[in-house]
């Protein structure tokens, strides 16, 4: 199979990935989740006036002839609270006191702010006229009823859910949480904190695609590491089969102890693409397994992250239901030459940052290759070579593909 280009290997996942299947949940367990219908309003907001202030709710009427010198006098026949409800009209020449929140009551059609009126002898000193309406907040001012409050593909933050829950909403429908699972392949892999033989590495790419996925907002069950043996990477592979995505981080290249790709087919994944061209990244392999996903990601730390970023993060927003989920590039301005010498794309760790006057640039970290670990513990992005350039001077726009965190 010949090499794809980036982006026809991401629209080859755009085109197949649907939504996951829509569950109801309480909005208690719907943050982070986007939304998969239309939400109208049941109510109006707020639900009655009410005051804005703590004061006194009166006749704007009564008040045209104050003057500091010459106050007006209402007397104040009563007090409404919040989740209070005062039937009784305030008559002309009285007040209410009433605070932030209550009703206002039937004949009042202002509110005075409690500092701005003396109260004395049971009556409310009123030193200025007050506008009608001042200090009201109006029924429906906020929102209508029956206006669409969220539209589908949007995703449930703690902004969006206030909306919900102040409307007296309980219950979404919503799409399923993707659920992914992670192996990490190498005969040469150790976790940190044991001892190292001869040879072994400290396995880090777990930690990270773990990370990630935290990041994104997906559930992952880590399955750990598996050394490079055809049985052990076939029994662990079944174990994440029930995944909606699987993640099989290392041995998918054309080494001989690469026996991933030979595992997977074996089980009947379907190739969607296999290899990339890209850089750091191109043994990258997708495909698909019980209408489930899988993918085989290099074994270089910096490789699988990119290989992440450019296509599993878009991938998983749009299995929960994101309306265009697209790769999260921007534009920066480019601080320092880069340059490659193949026709593939390329993606430099680089430190992306808001000039003083906010526009975004983009330094490339001196050390470049796909397992400098440092550089990319500096980076915060990466910088886009596309396929055609071989070298971009600096002062250039470029795209940029962000971290989240
Ligand atoms: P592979 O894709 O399995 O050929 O691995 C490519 C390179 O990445 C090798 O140098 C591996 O030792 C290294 N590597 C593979 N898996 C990991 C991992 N989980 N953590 C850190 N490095 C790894
Ligand atoms: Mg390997």
Redesign the pocket.
Known sequence: MTMISVDEAWAKIHAMAGPLPVERRRLEEAAGLVLADQVRAPMDLPPFDNSAMDGYALRAANANEARAENPVRLTVTGEVAAGGWQETPVAPGTAVKIMTGAALPPGADAVLMLEDGRLRNGCVEVRAPVPVGQHIRRRGEDVRHDEVLLEPGLRLSAQRLGLLANSGIAEVLVYRQAQVSLV???S??VAPGAPLAPGQ??????IVLRTLLQETGSRCEDLG?VPDEPSEIAERIRAGLSADLLLI?????V?AH?HVKHVLGAFGMETVFWRVAMKPGK?LLCGRLNDRWVFGL????IS?VVGFLVFIEPLIRRLEGERDAQPRYARALLKSVVSKKDGRRHFMTAQVAPSPDGRLEATPTEKQGS?MMQALAQANAFVVVPEGRQEIPAGEQVDVLRFRA
């Open positions: 990490a392949t190498g040469e892999l590495i400290y396995d880090s790419n777990r590491v981080s290392g041995g998918v290249s080494g690469d043994p290099p074994g270089n730390p699988c397992a």
